[in-house]
């Protein structure tokens, strides 16, 4: 056992973390959540040049075949770092469910243009309130093209690439593969709570699709998907967390109020252990899903809703808490709490809310009947 | 990053498992599986007994004391390896609750601060389960405030001028002294100057336990049981030869003590969650097992988490441990989560029994009472061995660098903090 990274893979994280200093600062961050577009074009080029976003994809798909485990702490940086950029859908999603179901044709088009960048993928799923389940789709696949509405999509503007559930002619639900620069598409954005990452209205109006993975697979095919992106989209949240706790912490210091450091209240020093347990707590929960995750574990769907419940919890918990050190400056716009707080909460609904992944942890590791 | 065995790892495990499978008390373990944590029950047998036995079997076939040096009657085994045997000792570690304190804290301070001789002479017998350690540190006015003791020791003539002169003659009161009765040595605090610093003015010592003026008064706790004591010292004599460090360096002695307590009780704290979820899947409901109703759920996958996050924030330390870095202060994590969790599971446990919940009796009560002793016994875990605060202080402190707190002691001697008594005069 050795529950550790390696020296090579924090090095990397190293490099990640001083690339993303210099060219992801907060700058970058609010320059995209005042403006139209749903991310930072020129940091997406960049990042996807360095190669760091095609840690996990195989060399034959121009990948740099390196692995998960690279891909985790990637991941993280990309957290700390609040990137606004296409991750969890590209990255963690299209990519993967590509990389799961997708035929040797359908993987040689799309992923090395995903892995560089060049194209953006995205998964297209909920389409009304309410935990998404099978009766809450609608759309549908007739004679191979798509109608329906999906709302809200990730970076459903930007995107050259959805992967859609819907109904299928069999009365299954099936994954597709739509190019969006095909006929009938229409995109609208949309005004959500975390203004960094983007989302859109997407409508299809016999829009033509290809199948991806088998008939019928359409939930089993997202499950697989969902697990891997859970245990990625973890690790973006644990390092936000971590900037929202040092964050918390700086200001502690700094700030005097009677007399003395807000730091030295207990009130405050409590707050603050109590951020540090959660994130700790999820940060170990997190490399178990990273180890599973690259040697694809039987443990796999535990150990990622594991990470996903963690995580979740513990970036909630300090990007509400780190306001709550700021005081009244917390609660303004210059402030970057709320970036946070809003990244938090937007990852916490990603790939289904809290509920489902609590669902789904205890479902993996339910004592079975004798 | 891998968490599975290596090959000379799963060669080890696997002769503990043979081992274990040849050499345990079997008919123990399922009044082991019910007994709590904290505190070994067993009614079958004598539990001192039992414990003695299966700590010297063990001794005799080398898996005793694992990561101690051979010479000091352990194995020389690694971190990893102390976890491998834990886990396949599983219900049968709990014989080990009456060498805990010895293992845990008393033997590293006797590792690191006693001389050669004395460690070849006390550490064997702790490994070999003849001797029980207990730990004299809190008193009635210091417990969060281990610096404020007063237990007084003073030295009696020159040593070396006669028999018995140089030895240190002690007085005061200890408290809350687990296992003291059961107990062959204890680890003992002292003040031996009161008129400088709190910090500066302690010395360290063992003593026998059984030396004349030293008398134990058993205390019966809040959940029926008397595993704690008052323990008063009447001029009892201590050979100097028993002092650990030098006179005045009582302070850093009890954080060699005080650090391996972090480290070997947050390490490897049970939960009660892998028997809540049991029960989990027991309790029937309108719609089927308890289970599978989504609010269940929902807690249930909260408690999930911090009982796995703990458990992987465990091989994160032992994983440190074997590259050879130091147990550091985020150590404090494991009793703060896991001692609140057991209150919390207790609670949750009961409220799925339903009016059930409120039965202690073992022979009625589901799951044999196990989640009441808990709710009974939890409160103690979040004060035992520095409270919820005081972890969240050290957390705050030693590992974000907040300030310290302010402090009404602060450069004053001893003898002239404020105490209650001050307070009312
Ligand atoms: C929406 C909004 C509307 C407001 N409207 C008004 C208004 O109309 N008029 C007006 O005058 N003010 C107004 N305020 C200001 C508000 O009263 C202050 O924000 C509040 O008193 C906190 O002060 P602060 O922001 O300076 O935070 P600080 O006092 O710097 O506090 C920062 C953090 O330290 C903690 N802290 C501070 N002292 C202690 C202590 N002794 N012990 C423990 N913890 C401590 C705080 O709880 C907080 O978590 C408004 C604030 C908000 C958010
Ligand atoms: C079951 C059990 C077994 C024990 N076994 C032993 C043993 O074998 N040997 C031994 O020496 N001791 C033992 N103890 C004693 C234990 O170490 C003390 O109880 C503990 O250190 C707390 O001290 P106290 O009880 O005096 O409480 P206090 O220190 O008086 O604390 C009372 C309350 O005040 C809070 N508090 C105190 N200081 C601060 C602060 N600076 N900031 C914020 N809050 C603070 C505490 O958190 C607590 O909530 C045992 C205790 C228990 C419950």
Redesign the pocket.
Known sequence: MQFDFSDDQKELRDGVRRLLDQRCPISVVRAVADGEAGHSAELWREIGESGFLAAAVPEQYGGVGAGYLELCLVAQELGRSLAPLPTVSSVYQASEALLIAGSDAQKAAWLPRLASGAAIGTVALAERPGETTPGAIAATVRGGKLSGVKIPVADGIAADLAIVLAKDEAGGQSLFLADLGAAGVTREGVKTIDPTRKHARLSFADTPVEPLGAAGQGWALLDRVRDRAAVLTAFEQIGGAEAALFMARDYALQRFAFGRQIGSF?AIKHMLADMYVALELARSNCYYGAWALSVDSDTLPAAAASARVAATQAYQLCSANTIQVHGGMGFTWEFDCHLHYRRSNYLALALGGASLWESRLIAAIRPRAA | MNFDDTPQEADFRARAAAWIANNAPFELGPELDVSGF?HLHLHSVDRIAAAKAWQKKKFDAGWAALRWPREYGGAGASPIEQVIWSEEEGVFGKLSGPFN?GFGMCGPTVMAWASEEQKRHLLPRLAAGEDIW?????E?V?????AGIRTKAVQDGDPGSEAGAGDWIINGQ???????RDADWGLLITRTDPTVLKHRGLTMFFLDMKSPGVEIRPIW?MNEES??NEVYFTDVRIPDAQRLGEVGQGWTVALTTLMNERMSIGGSMPTGFPQLLDLCTQIETENGPAIDDPRVRSQLARFAVRASGLQYSAFRSISALSRGEQPGPENSIGKLVAGAMMQDIARFALDLEGEAGLLQDKELAPDRARFQEMLLRSP?TR????????LR?IIAERVLGLPA?IRADKDVPFDQIPTAASAKR
């Open positions: 207990q | 904290g304190i207990c730990q004299l540190f809190s009635p210091a417990g969060s405030d281990l200890k408290i809350w002294t687990s296992g003291a706790q595993v704690f103690a004060i035992e061995g520095g409270s919820d605060e005081v202080n707190d």
